[in-house]
Every structure is written in C-alpha cells, then in structure tokens.
C-alpha cells in the first residue's frame, strides 16, 4: 500500500507531465497547489474519524448509537439503541428522548422515550411509515446529537395495509 506522502509525489509527477502540452504557469501552479490541498483535506478528514458518526459528544456526554449499521425496516418495529456517558463527575441521565424525522419529507412528530437497559445504555423502539433517509435526534435534557440512519420498506397505507 502506497503512503500519502508517495501518492502526492506520483499526482505531482503526473501534473509535470501534463506541463510540457500547458505552458501556461499560473494555471499549472493552480493545479498542483488544488491537488495538494485536497490531498491534505481528504487525509486529514480521514486520519481523524471525522468520518465516524457512531459517537458525538455534547458539552456533558458522550452519546454511541450502538445499531447504526442495522438497516430499520419501515412499517415494522424499529429498534435503537444508545450507549450514553456522562462526562467528568456527570452521571448517565434519567431520560432520553428519541425525536425521529424522516430527511425527505415531513411526516410530523414522532418522539418516544428511550428506556434505561442498565450500564448507561438506552432502548427505544418505534414505527416508522416509510423507507428512506432518516435521522434520530437524541435529547438529553436541552443537549443533543443527531444520528442518520436508513430504513427499507414501503409507505404505509393509510387504510390500514401496506402499499405494494
């Protein structure tokens, strides 16, 4: 595997390349400065776990959601669970709400009470009407994290079935 610092060795390379048909300098400069920083960006952005968005942290917890991975089925009892720490001398909280919104389109308020499972872990479940992109926000108090998530299925029909 090749390391970061050989990969931009070989874009530079490549670029010089391309130089003998552009004899333009300004624009050559401005090619091999925009794939540098976008090398470093990426590298960065990577090299730190910004790409994690299992844990987030609020000013007094820390909140893991524990089954991000776990494709939710829509029309179907959805569970969610959480991992919360207090920070520093801060307990686990007493409640926690789960306030669920659907990223495409409004499907109004659906927030349930995650129940404490022990260990500072906490379980909520709800039904959700239909597929897509979602996100769940986790309220502790005036604190919060959101989380996206997505769930398969089909709208539900509101006559009672689901829609095929």
Not at 55 to 76: C, E, G, M, P, W
Not at 94 to 123: C, P, Q, R
Request: aromatic fraction near 8%; hydrophobic fraction near 40%.
């Amino acid at each position: 595997m090749r390391s970061l610092g050989s990969v931009m060795v070989h874009v530079i390379d490549v670029i010089d390349v391309i130089d003998v048909k552009w004899r333009n300098v300004r624009m050559r400069r401005f090619i091999k400065r925009s794939c540098l920083v976008s090398i470093s960006l990426a590298s960065a952005y990577f090299l730190t776990g910004c790409g994690d968005i299992a844990t987030q942290s609020t000013d007094h917890y820390t909140i893991t959601f524990l089954n991000r991975n776990t494709v939710q089925q829509a029309n179907q009892k959805a569970d969610f669970q959480f991992q919360i720490q207090g920070k520093g001398s801060i307990s686990a909280p007493d409640s926690v709400v789960l306030d669920f919104d659907n990223v495409e389109m409004d499907h109004g308020k659906n927030e349930v009470t995650a129940k404490s499972i022990g260990h500072g872990k906490y379980d909520g479940a709800t039904k959700l009407p239909m597929g897509g992109k979602w996100a769940v926000t986790v309220h502790i108090g005036k604190e919060s994290a959101q989380f996206p998530f997505q769930a398969e299925g089909n709208m539900a029909n509101p006559a009672g079935g689901d829609e095929k």
